[in-house]
């Protein structure tokens, strides 16, 4: 394994509004290594997305400590490229936000376009790309600023769903090839046992870390596609569901 | 080859007859106005209706002849014009730099909500009188209430815009460590630009009430002193006359802008 990129310890938040307080996390502790790909899936509701925007520094927790080696990258659910810029000016907006080189950033930023194929649509606007090809420019825009660790809010649950297994695949292959350390925040379990190598199962609020599974793959190096079909995947599938309890949430 | 051929024709066909329907709706709004105009020359020379208080299309060109031949016309029509385009402008400016204030303090926002809900419920021309006491009987007074009229408006319908921009999409620079200016530059402004140019459409109509209505109770030139003025010596010729040149002067603004529009929003086409 190699060394902790991420280390969180004791993390807790509570949320004040004027109705009075909300203990969204309890305690969460959670160490990831680089270039691993670890999944937090919880009931709906449960914090999930709130652990990301503490390791992004959008918000401070109000109790434990937070670490990270390097500079982390945000993908959202819903790609947010902007309207008014090209394919590629929305890819720098984050190096054009941080002041650095552009011209560097630009000869980076289209290479991966090209890569990743979308070199034929750099001075494209979002509206005339498809939901997967804009999905890959969001994904690109947050790779431009050379982020160490990548945050996913629930990247792909905007997709309808045949779009959203090639672009677990795609995402996956580019995450890989850019060695890349991930967190991926979802509520589609299967989604997480086919992409993740650990998978943090969360406590309804306020959240408490119940499991970490370890995924193990039959055949190592497959897609998350092809994971899918891994003899494993059901016990794990019934494993997870059983501890996420979904029918005690509903009512 | 003939599949090709069949599905062009087709379209051919479509297109023909998308084009047969722009020329009939452009000829019959020809004809309307033609009509129109011909109808009131006509109804006025056989004394259905009384030229002298309706006055007619052959009156009022004469009058726009005489009035070009002194100079007049150009005195009155470009007085109004420019005033409006001051109101109109100062207008604008005002109002976006003062909602970008609002965007940038919720504090004051909240603070000045009610202050602008009255100030956007009380009928501007009710100010008339005061400005011109405060700012004598002129130009001046004429612009204020232009700007007056439009600025709140503009207030509102910025800040509501403003506001109304996609949280993520701030969440998200603010992720790549955006602070409150790029905030604002690289997103709200860029997102807020359509609302800004619907914004700036009903400017200039109320740019125009404005101009106008401040030309009725203080002017000594312009369209609407024309107006008065006419109306008051009772030569409808005159009266008929500014208001056609006033319509006309605001459709050809209205269509600057909306060319404007055009252009700044290529990104949505």
């Known amino acids: 394994m190699g060394k902790c990129k991420v280390s969180l310890q004791d993390i807790a938040m509570t949320f004040q509004t004027p109705d009075g307080e909300t203990q969204a996390i309890q305690s969460f502790s959670l160490d990831i290594y680089e270039?691993?790909?670890?999944?937090?899936?919880?009931?709906?509701?449960?914090?999930?997305?709130?652990?990301?925007?503490?390791?992004?520094?959008?918000?401070?927790?109000?109790?434990?400590?937070?670490?990270?080696?390097?500079?982390?990258?945000?993908?959202?659910?819903?790609?947010?490229?902007?309207?008014?810029?090209?394919?590629?000016?929305?890819?720098?907006?984050?190096?054009?936000?941080?002041?650095?080189?552009?011209?560097?950033?630009?000869?980076?930023?289209?290479?991966?376009?090209?890569k990743y194929g979308l070199g034929d649509f750099l001075h494209h606007y979002p509206h005339q790309l498809s939901g997967g090809m804009r999905q890959r420019a969001a994904l690109i825009r947050t790779l431009a600023v050379s982020p160490d660790v990548l945050l996913l809010d629930e990247p792909f649950s905007a997709l309808d769903y045949q779009t959203r297994l090639t672009v677990v695949d795609e995402v996956w292959n580019i995450l890989r090839q850019e060695r890349m350390t991930a967190l991926?925040?979802?509520?589609?379990?299967?989604?997480?046992?086919?992409?993740?190598?650990?998978?943090?199962?969360?406590?309804?609020?306020?959240?408490?870390?119940?499991?970490?599974?370890?995924?193990?793959?039959?055949?190592?190096?497959?897609?998350?596609?092809q994971n899918r079909k891994d003899e494993r995947f059901r016990i794990y599938f019934d494993q997870i569901w059983k501890e996420l309890d979904i029918h005690a949430e509903v009512y | 080859m003939p599949k090709s051929t069949e599905i062009s024709q087709q379209r051919r066909q479509y297109l023909r007859q998308q084009k047969a329907r722009r020329v009939s709706i452009f000829s019959t709004q020809i004809a309307v106005l033609l009509i129109f105009f011909g109808l009131w020359e006509v109804a006025a020379n056989l004394d259905w209706i009384d030229a002298f208080i309706t006055s007619q299309?052959?009156?009022?060109?004469?009058?726009?002849?005489?009035?070009?031949?002194?100079?007049?016309?150009?005195?009155?029509?470009?007085?109004?014009?420019?005033?409006?385009?001051?109101?109109?402008?100062?207008?604008?400016?005002?109002?976006?730099?003062?909602?970008?204030?609002?965007w940038w303090s919720p504090f004051l926002s909240r603070v000045a909500d009610p202050y602008l809900v009255v100030l956007n419920a009380l009928p501007k021309v009710a100010l008339g009188p005061i400005l011109i006491v405060w700012l004598g009987n002129g130009q001046p007074a004429i612009i204020v209430m232009a700007l007056l009229i439009s600025i709140i408006v503009t207030i509102i319908s910025m800040l509501q815009g403003f506001l109304s921009v996609d949280q993520d999409k701030i969440k998200?620079?603010?992720?790549?460590?955006?602070n409150k200016m790029t905030i604002l530059t690289k997103v709200v402004l860029p997102a807020s630009l359509p609302n800004m140019i619907s914004a700036l459409k009903v400017n200039v109509g109320l740019s125009w009430v404005g101009v106008i209505m401040g030309e009725f109770l203080v002017s000594q030139a312009g369209l609407g002193h024309l107006i008065v003025y006419g109306g008051q010596v009772f030569q409808l010729d005159i009266v008929m006359t500014s208001v056609i040149i006033l319509a006309l002067c605001a459709a050809l603004m209205y269509v600057a802008v909306a060319y404007a529009e055009s252009k700044l929003l290529r990104w949505r086409l």
């Open chain 2, 57 to 102: 299309p052959s009156r009022m060109w004469k009058t726009v002849l005489n009035m070009h031949s002194t100079g007049e016309l150009y005195l009155h029509v470009w007085t109004t014009v420019w005033e409006t385009i001051v109101g109109f402008t100062t207008g604008t400016i005002g109002g976006l730099a003062i909602a970008i204030m609002l």
């Open chain 1, 184 to 225: 991926i925040v979802t509520h589609d379990i299967a989604e997480a046992i086919s992409l993740s190598d650990r998978i943090c199962v969360l406590s309804r609020r306020p959240a408490v870390v119940k499991n970490i599974y370890s995924i193990e793959r039959t055949i190592p190096g497959q897609t998350p596609l």
């Open chain 1, 35 to 114: 270039g691993e790909f670890v999944s937090i899936v919880g009931p709906s509701g449960c914090g999930k997305s709130t652990i990301l925007n503490i390791l992004s520094g959008l918000l401070q927790p109000t109790g434990g400590i937070v670490e990270v080696q390097g500079k982390v990258g945000y993908m959202f659910q819903k790609d947010h490229l902007f309207e008014w810029r090209t394919i590629l000016r929305n890819c720098l907006i984050g190096p054009e936000i941080q002041k650095q080189d552009l011209k560097a950033a630009r000869a980076y930023v289209e290479k991966l376009l090209r």
């Open chain 2, 172 to 178: 998200l620079i603010q992720a790549f460590g955006a």
